[in-house]
């Protein structure tokens, strides 16, 4: 009999619009042969499936099925792809572990430690992982100008500490824009980082692991056409995305050395994809952690299953049967 996957989009971000098109991307990548695929959304209190472009249905929360002409749907598997909260930072985790619904990505805590960037890189420090120099910010607490200079320097990046997809990031470059980027970041979300600029090649790696085998993709290199990887350069292609990256064998080896112990440390789970920024002398920096990257068509992660020469629909069973198992 074929299992009941949900693909769970939506979210209370800014990154709704691309978490749907990771669904869409999904949906299109698992085995229809092997799945019954439902698309969910949970935006707010609002969660349900997306039947038809004008049939949507209610989720009964008690045990995340529902009803359609009286029957009764429940699911084996949910495939999270919400970007921001509340499925990128352990909330939608521990709503699962409490029903006892098998998910793609990772646990409570490493999802919520990873979601807090400032967080996850001060834990990362602690194991000798590159970070660069960062403060962070809460509500209600200022930093002066002469602070920031002195403490991170400029250029620097000011950003909102748990967001995604470049929403309210600033490069500040003189002075007179460090209040008004901290503003803006605030505007995004509550709590904000400012990093010290680090200049190099950006890079990205993804991997998974099941209890049978690790796999670590080819590393993609990001050449922004824009002052940073920015949403436009994110979404509306002003970037070029070089897989594999155009780094040294060793240094390639390097990467994903550090990529697989990343995600050891954490105790990630499913498909997490890391960036990193390296800088002269092939020092690695890590910039954060995906533990829930974007999956449309175009988006890193396929580009390197594609890359690696595996088929993205094997790597969706892997992923699933690892958990059903």
């Given amino acids: 009999m074929k299992k009941n996957i949900a693909i769970i989009a939506g979210g209370d971000s800014s990154e709704v619009v691309v978490s749907l098109k990771s669904a869409a991307g999904l949906e299109s990548f698992m085995d229809k042969n092997r799945y019954n695929v439902y698309i969910i959304t949970i935006v707010g209190k609002t969660w349900q499936v997306e039947w038809s472009e004008t049939e949507k249905i209610a989720i009964d929360k008690n045990d995340f099925s529902f009803v359609r002409g009286g029957v009764k749907t429940t699911f084996d598997f949910a495939y999270i792809t919400i970007h921001g909260t509340p499925g990128e930072n352990g909330i939608l985790q521990g709503y699962f572990e409490l029903i006892g619904l098998p998910y793609s990505c990772c646990g409570v805590l490493a999802a919520a430690v990873t979601f807090n960037k400032f967080t996850c890189n001060q834990y990362l420090k602690g194991f000798g992982v590159k970070v660069s120099e960062s403060v962070m910010l809460r509500p209600g607490q200022s930093i002066s100008d002469d602070e920031v200079l002195a403490k991170i ?19 500040v470059k003189v002075a007179e824009q460090i209040q008004p980027a901290i503003a803006k970041a605030f505007s995004e979300g509550e709590e904000v980082m400012i990093e010290a600029f680090m200049p190099g090649i950006e890079i990205t790696c993804g991997m998974y692991r099941t209890t049978e085998k690790s796999v670590v993709f080819p590393i993609t290199e990001v050449v922004s056409a824009n002052e940073f990887f920015d949403y436009d350069a994110k979404y509306k292609g002003q970037v070029q995305e070089i897989t594999p990256a155009r780094i040294s064998d060793s240094l390639a080896s390097r990467v994903k ?50 890359a690696a020469g595996l088929n993205i629909t094997d790597v969706m069973n892997d992923i699933i049967e690892n958990e059903l198992k």
């Fill in 257 to 306: 050395q550090l990529t697989s112990a990343i995600y050891d440390i954490l105790g990630c789970k499913g498909i997490i994809r890391v960036d990193y920024i390296i800088s002269e002398g092939d020092v690695i920096n890590l910039l954060e952690v995906n533990t829930t990257p974007g999956m449309t068509a175009t988006s890193f992660i396929p580009q390197q299953v594609k």
């Fill in 153 to 171: 320097g400029i250029p620097c990046f000011v950003k909102p500490n748990v967001g995604g997809s470049s929403f309210g990031v600033t490069k």
